[in-house]
């Protein structure tokens, strides 16, 4: 099967994107698959080099806008391509974080308390919730553009950052907790990893993707709260109408589980997490490549009513 690994693309995900798309291809099994990167500079690239190649079906490895928010996989429903992971609505969902946090709180679920802004500046309004915050771009990941903010003085400086991403900012209470992330695959949920960072108060950019930036590895927590996790990831997972693979995030505050996001495209680079979950349930990379490529197929046969 000819597998093109789009990767790349022009959100501030770039370089995050490239590493995940090497890392696929470099798991990917030689001996069921020929491996075409595809690397986008250009919103056109997808649609110009999707054509010229002649694959079979696209594995995304795309991350942020213009890659995990519908945007490339309407695209390819349109050149009838099938492509891994969540269809056009779950990724346009998950990537806007206000209005899958109103989802998920009108299902009941938790989620950290906030300020959407847009085109405002109140810091009355982020006094009045109390300091430390969280504040981040509506639309983003991979920490990029987020800030751990202690008082007024620095609110300014991240509200800035952060709208140079994005035009909605998003502004939570820091809460201190286990922070937890639950992969999903095939509506299972595998073991749970528990992430301690080494150099910071929170999971930021460098301890994501820097060799020791943390300790991240099965946590093993009472049986009741891991049942409450996951049924919180999994219930969002669903609620979302993720497909395939999805990556919850999740702090676990005084023994309640409050989901941060919902990402359908999660990295898989060296020192990405989800792939750490399936190795510790009895995965290889590769392994979970050909789930992920088989269930795609099979998703996409059943949204588009075709044989594939």
Known sequence: MKIGVIMGGISSEREVSLQTGQEMINHLDRSRYEAVPIVVKQRADVITQ?????????????????????????????????YTGSGVLASSLCMNKQLSKMLLNTAGMHTPAGLYWQDVYDPQAVEQM????????????????????????????AVQEASHLDQ?????PYLKGTELTCAI????????????????EWFDYRAKYE??????KV????????????EAALTSYRLLQCKVYARVDVILCQD?????????????????????????????????????????????????????
């Open 211 to 216: 060799d020791g930036g943390a300790e991240e």
């Open 256 to 308: 309640i589980p409050y989901v941060l996001e919902v990402n359908t495209l999660p990295g898989m680079t060296a020192n990405s997490l989800f792939p750490k979950s399936a190795a510790a349930a009895g995965m290889t990379f590769a392994q979970l490549l050909d789930r992920i490529i088989a269930s795609s197929l099979h998703e996409r046969k059943q949204e588009w009513g075709m044989v594939i």
């Open 185 to 200: 695959l095939d509506g299972e949920v595998l073991p749970i990893i528990g992430i301690h960072s080494a150099h910071s």
């Open 219 to 230: 946590i093993h927590l009472p049986p009741d709260i891991e049942q409450r996790v996951r």
């Open 50 to 82: 999707v054509q010229q190649a002649g694959i079979d079906c696209v594995l995304l490895a795309l991350h942020g806008q213009y890659g995990e928010d519908g945007t490339v996989q309407g695209a390819l429903e349109t050149l009838g391509i099938p």
């Open 130 to 157: 109390g300091y430390p915050v969280i504040v981040k771009p509506n639309m983003g990941g991979s920490s990029i553009g987020t800030q751990l903010v202690h008082n007024e003085r620095e609110l300014l400086s």
């Open 168 to 172: 909605g900012i998003l502004i939570e």
